[in-house]
T-cell receptor, first 114, second 115 residues
């Protein structure tokens, strides 16, 4: 069975400093991987996705993520945090098979300190 | 822009009531999804649909049913609401025939409280 682990439930950074949100997956196959962001009282919005093309994926709002098969990781980064980045972030993996193949991580709450 | 709307942002119901949550998308997407979101558990898939009148169970279908009579509308039904169904419910849609690998577009959510 596939699983997605977001290693931190909360991450707090100062505005202007780098952001690192960690995600590890376990899957028998190379999955498609996604990062979504959810701002307060809003639905989820896709930040970026990896589907077996380039391992470094650039997304919206200056975020990027690198797929590392050897480490089974797909960490999300941003060089400089903005106050508007404060939100919940979800790592998602899909390894085929219809509904049973989609797995959401439990989420990481990103806090930006002024 | 893709728009996914949900009929209510907040809903309060009593135990045993039948509850309908409605979701409408305006981009002619084939796929639609219902999730529930609970603190510390992330999102869990309840049901999804690849096409009109088609439905497939997700991870936690017990206590729920769905209806898709028109392509743009996907309804989630709680036949007899219980307190453990108090949650945030999110609807999503995506354009691909292949299902879940394509970008999903989410509605704003319905926060359901069952008393």
């Amino acid at each position: 069975a596939q699983s997605v682990t977001q290693l931190d439930s909360h991450v707090s950074v100062s505005e202007g400093t780098p952001v690192l949100l960690r995600c590890n997956y376990s899957s028998s196959y190379s999955p498609s991987l996604f990062w979504y962001v959810q701002h307060p009282n809003k639905g989820l919005q896709l930040l970026l996705k990896y589907t077996s093309a380039a391992t470094l994926v650039k997304g919206i709002n200056g975020f990027e993520a690198e797929f590392k098969k050897s480490e089974t990781s797909f960490h999300l980064t941003k060089p400089s945090a903005h106050m508007s980045d404060a939100a919940e972030y979800f790592c998602v993996a899909y390894s085929g098979g219809g509904a049973d193949g989609l797995t959401f991580g439990k989420g990481t709450h990103l806090i930006i300190q002024p | 822009d893709v728009k996914v709307t949900q009929s209510s942002r907040y809903l309060v119901k009593r135990t045993g009531e039948k509850v309908f949550l409605e979701c409408v998308q305006d981009m002619d997407h084939e796929n639609m999804f219902w999730y529930r979101q609970d603190p510390g558990l992330g999102l869990r898939l309840i049901y999804f649909s690849y096409d009109v009148k088609m439905k497939e169970k997700g991870d936690i279908p017990e206590g729920y049913s769905v209806s898709r009579e028109k392509k743009e509308r996907f309804s989630l039904i709680l036949e007899s609401a219980s307190t453990n169904q108090t949650s945030m419910y999110l609807c999503a849609s995506s354009p691909a025939q292949t299902g879940v690998t394509d970008t999903q577009y989410f509605g704003p959510g319905t926060r359901l409280t069952v008393l």
